[in-house]
């Protein structure tokens, strides 16, 4: 949560700064601002509200300066204002944070014992005081980070100039995203790759307790022990030097039209296309007496549906966490467990808290995460990366079906390990399901716009229940998700068979229960849910196949879903649910990038 930038060459920096942060803006987007130094004085810019603001101030007002930071904001402490948004400027620093700092309040309370005073809430006005004071005691900005580094406590990434210096950038981090990369004359810091990726070649990512003093064409780090070190320098991706949405009205829309591309290129990734073996490291999972799956929000949806199949194909029982549940429940755990986690970022911080509780027991974690250099894909024992590229809408879409796609593919390679299903078998699962399934996200993409007539019928409504059965179930919840999160109509997801067991009392006449209801063992029963639904006023839409496309119309209005095997089904339902959130949030006038309140990494408790 937050994104920060810096940057220095031989121009003015500004502008680039803001296009910057505006390539971070998934990372929150309640205030942004700006500050250079120039002429031995740090100057600045902030606006309440998206990047744009920020935009239109620094067009109409230009900031000189050829080096400085830039911050976009998801409030923590102190809400959305001018006052509490980044950079704080105190005395000879510029600071702009990313994370917590959890003793902020005591440090406060030392700063305002010896006269000084706040403007802001947050707990980044503090750092900005303990920078400060640090350098007029020792003069040197490196040494000031480290001295103020060990009196924080919690997360961040920071980036901070000097009045003083109007050639240099500094920076630290504490399991905070942080990357930096040098170019002739110029050098950068970013919380991740994608802000800076228009402007360089490749990226260093720094480890947890390094600093770095940027100056032009030149960084030096120096890790936690005060050593000089070099960090790995990796290419920028095609994905992250991507610059906008294209044809698309939204990074959301975008992204679920990439999901075949992506499927097609994790089959390419993860089956060998010579031996037709499966190649992914979870061979350790094979004789583990159970599986804990643990992750937050659609990740954890991922996890739920994938039950289905560890369960069903490999034979491995399974128990599914919410990572902010697992972390502070003493849960048993042996050594006779497997433990996945799944994160598109890789940095959620509850995610990343149970991987680590999980590893500091001593078992060993499988990571399966979208961002390959997260802190997740460092500290696992086995990695997967889901392969996705940058993902910018806040609402996850084709990283969720990719995270599908590892998780199915890791349940059919475990099968055959577990000597559950045979070679020949998983030749067939791999021809006849996995190969199907970007055709089966491309066609329902083609049912668009049926999708868009109902969703725009939904998007007035106060409440919606989805339902399903089986892997149908997770489905269910996922699609309440989508619609609460982009749309903000009231949605909750069900197990088709509990409506009776209490949420039947939500129906009033017309209220929308969207059914996921493939003509698979469970059809019948989830028809006659909705048909008890539908008896008390419900306004079914259900989404089926072609064979289960005549019951469902005698109940209510129904679509054609592709037709495909049952385990292609839920990459093809998923999308037609992103599809549905997608319209009811755009007939609703809503920001769909950028829903309220939210913030795509979550990097706080
Ligand atoms: C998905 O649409 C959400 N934005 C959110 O639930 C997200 O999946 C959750 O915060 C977990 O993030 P992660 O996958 O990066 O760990």
Aim: glycine share 8%; charged share 20%; hydrophobic share 45%.
């Amino acid at each position: 949560m937050c994104g920060i930038v810096g940057m220095i060459n031989g121009h003015p920096v500004a502008s680039d700064l803001v296009s910057g942060i505006q390539r971070l803006e998934y990372r929150g987007y309640d205030s942004a601002g700006v500050a250079t130094v120039d002429g031995g004085q740090i100057r600045r810019r902030r606006a309440v509200g998206p990047v744009s603001a920020l935009r239109s101030l620094v067009d109409q007002v230009p900031l000189p300066g050829h080096a400085g930071i830039a911050h976009t904001r998801w409030a923590t402490h102190g809400a959305p204002s001018e006052a509490n948004a980044h950079p704080h400027v105190v005395g000879a620093v510029g600071v702009v944070h990313n994370g917590i700092i959890e003793n902020h309040d005591e440090l406060r309370d030392e700063l305002l014992a010896i006269g000084r005073t706040f403007e802001s809430q947050t707990d980044t006005e503090v750092v900005a005081h303990l920078l400060d004071l640090a350098l007029e005691s020792c003069g040197d900005p490196m040494m000031a980070l480290r001295e103020v580094s060990t009196r924080l406590e919690g997360s961040f990434a920071i980036g901070m100039i000097v009045s003083s210096d109007p050639d240099a950038l500094y920076a630290t981090c504490r399991n905070g995203p942080l990357v930096v990369a040098q170019e002739p004359g110029a050098a950068y810091l970013a919380s991740d790759g994608s802000a800076i990726a228009p402007f360089v070649d490749a990226i260093q990512v720094l480890e947890c307790g390094d600093r770095a003093e940027l100056r032009r064409g030149h960084i030096r780090v120096l890790d936690e022990r005060d050593r000089e070190v070099e960090r790995p320098t990796r290419s920028v991706r095609e994905s992250e030097a991507e610059a906008g949405m294209g044809e698309f009205p939204s990074f959301m829309m975008k992204e679920i039209h990439e999901q075949p591309e992506v499927l097609e290129r994790q089959l390419a990734a993860y089956v060998d296309g010579a031996t037709g073996a499966i190649r992914l490291p979870v061979e350790t999972l094979a004789d583990k007496d159970q599986l804990i799956l643990s992750a937050c929000g659609t990740s954890y949806y991922a996890c739920l549906l994938a039950r289905y199949w560890f369960e069903e194909i490999a034979g491995m029982p399974c128990r599914v966490d919410l990572a902010s549940e697992l972390r502070y429940r003493n849960p048993a755990l042996s050594d006779r467990h497997g433990a996945i986690f799944v994160s598109q970022s890789g940095e959620t911080a509850d995610t990343l808290a149970a991987l680590r509780l999980v590893e500091s027991v001593g078992m060993r974690s499988l990571a399966i995460v979208n961002v390959e250099e997260s802190a997740m894909a460092r500290e696992a024992s086995f990695v997967i990366g889901t392969l996705a590229g940058t993902e910018r809408g806040v609402a996850s879409t084709k990283a969720f079906t990719a995270q599908l796609f590892a998780l199915l593919c890791s349940a059919i390679e475990l099968g055959r390990l577990r000597g559950r299903i045979a070679d020949d078998e998983v030749q067939s699962l791999i021809n006849e399901v996995l190969h199907t399934i970007p055709q089966a996200v491309i066609l329902t993409i083609a049912c668009s716009a049926r999708l868009q007539a109902y969703a725009e019928s939904l998007a007035s409504q106060p409440r919606a229940i989805f339902v399903g059965r089986g892997p149908s179930f997770p489905l269910a919840m996922e699609g309440a998700l989508k619609l609460k999160e982009i749309a903000y109509v009231h949605a909750e997801g069900f197990a088709a068979g509990e409506l009776k067991h209490g949420p039947l009392a939500l129906i009033e006449e017309g209220t929308p229960v969207i059914a996921i209801a493939p003509h698979d063992a469970l059809f019948e029963k989830s028809l006659s849910n909705v048909q008890e639904a539908a008896a008390r006023g419900a306004a079914p839409f259900i989404l089926t196949d072609a064979d289960g496309i005549g019951r469902a119309l005698k109940l209510g209005d129904a679509l054609v879903i592709p037709q495909v095997p049952a385990l292609a089904q839920p990459f093809a339902y998923a999308t037609a649910l992103q599809l549905i959130a997608h319209h009811a949030a755009t007939a609703a006038g809503n920001d769909v990038d950028r829903p309220r309140n939210l913030a795509k990494s979550v990097t706080v408790e």
